[in-house]
């Protein structure tokens, strides 16, 4: 895997050598992303703004699947995205981009990590190296993980700390810039609810409890106890997983509410039981109540870490246990400090205006 991974590197090297023989469109950004097939919901709403203004953008957004014709796929789209880094002026990618990160880039070339996670709940990148959920340290070393960032983005002041070290880039480089899915969320709340109630009318009679756990590799997640004990009679259930999950729900009563994401379901949540999920910071933008089922608490922090103290921040709203929460749903008293508290410390306090902000960074970096 090593000496593949050696020669693959140069023969990206190889090939990007010639290509940036061609010439910067100083006016064109593009977007990377390997998280989806489709644009994330902030790439659409930047890349919409962008456009706008009259500059040329380019979207590239594709997924690594198993299968070696599926390799091959993604080699020939590795080319395509050299292509692009070598004639543009300003390239924004949302996770690991292999050839952002192993090839040497024009100086005119300022690439921008925008996250795409509003604040690093869970720890990741460089330090997670060598954990049992973390990147093997040689493969990292190899595929040089996240070199070449001109600037990071993170949501908020107190996450400057974490990203720095995740990212293992100087805290000088990091803008504090929340993302435009906060925008989103916060200007079309009314129009989104309403349309999602329209499709499924059961939330319009119950109060809806949205269950957002974060991804675990190669673990189920527990889903079972909450189930189990929930009073269908009184709220509705949402369960949505991580698309990469293979945990099935089999119960009828439980809703999924396919064809919307997590952070569309937000705008119709009265209560949202999270856990590592960086969801907690878009569900507080909306003041929604906020709990942390735990279960796994020891072991998620012995095989993967958080940056948070997270019993600290909820107080009796995180548990190991979910009985002690379904029980103060019901009672539906919810001291909301906790939720005011939680947004003021991880959300930067322009929420609603992030878009904006990030437009004129980049406008300024073109110029």
Excluded at 36 to 59: A, C, M, V
Excluded at 81 to 89: D, E, N, P, W
Excluded at 257 to 271: M, N
Excluded at 319 to 334: A, F, H, Q, T, V
């Amino acid at each position: 895997m090593f000496i593949l991974g050696v020669l693959f590197k140069i023969n990206l090297k190889v090939v990007y050598f010639f290509l940036k023989f061609l010439p910067i469109k100083k006016n064109k950004v593009l977007f990377i992303s390997r998280q989806s097939n489709k644009p994330s919901i902030d790439f659409l709403i930047l890349e919409k703004e962008l456009r706008k203004l009259k500059f040329k953008t380019i979207l590239i957004t594709k997924k690594i699947e198993k299968g070696f014709v599926n390799y091959i796929k993604y080699y020939f789209n590795l080319h395509k995205q050299m292509y692009h880094l070598a004639t543009s002026k300003i390239c924004i990618i949302d996770s690991y981009c292999i050839p952002v990160c192993i090839l040497k880039h024009k100086k005119s070339l300022v690439v921008i990590q925008m996250w795409h996670a509003m604040g690093a709940i869970k720890q990741f990148g460089y330090q997670t190296l060598s954990k049992e959920a973390g990147r093997n340290t040689k493969i990292a070393h190899v595929m040089c993980m996240h070199k070449n960032y001109n600037y990071v983005l993170s949501g908020s002041e107190s996450m400057i700390e974490p990203f720095s070290k995740a990212f293992n880039i100087s805290s000088s480089k990091i803008i504090v810039n929340g993302l435009p899915r906060i925008d989103y969320i916060i200007d079309n709340k009314k129009i989104l609810s309403k349309k999602i109630k329209m499709d499924h009318k059961l939330l319009k009679l119950k109060k809806n409890v949205l269950y957002v756990p974060t991804f675990r590799r190669n673990e189920s997640v527990k889903i079972n106890e909450l189930i189990n004990n929930f009073d269908f009679d009184k709220f509705n259930l949402i369960i949505k997983l991580h698309p990469s999950s293979n945990v099935k729900i089999k119960n009828k009563n439980v809703l999924t509410c396919s064809g919307y994401s997590s952070l569309q379901l937000l705008t119709i949540a009265d209560y949202v039981i999270t856990d590592y999920s960086a969801i907690s910071i878009e569900a507080a933008s909306l003041d929604i109540p906020i709990y942390l089922f735990l279960y796994d608490y020891e072991q998620y922090v012995d095989k993967n870490g958080v940056n948070i103290d997270l019993f600290k921040e909820f107080g009796k709203y995180a548990s190991k246990d979910i009985k002690p929460i379904l029980k103060s749903i019901k009672k539906e008293k919810y001291n909301m400090d906790i939720v005011y508290n939680f947004k003021n410390k991880y959300l930067d306090s322009d929420y609603g205006k992030y878009t904006d902000k990030l437009v004129s960074f980049i406008i300024d970096k073109m110029e």
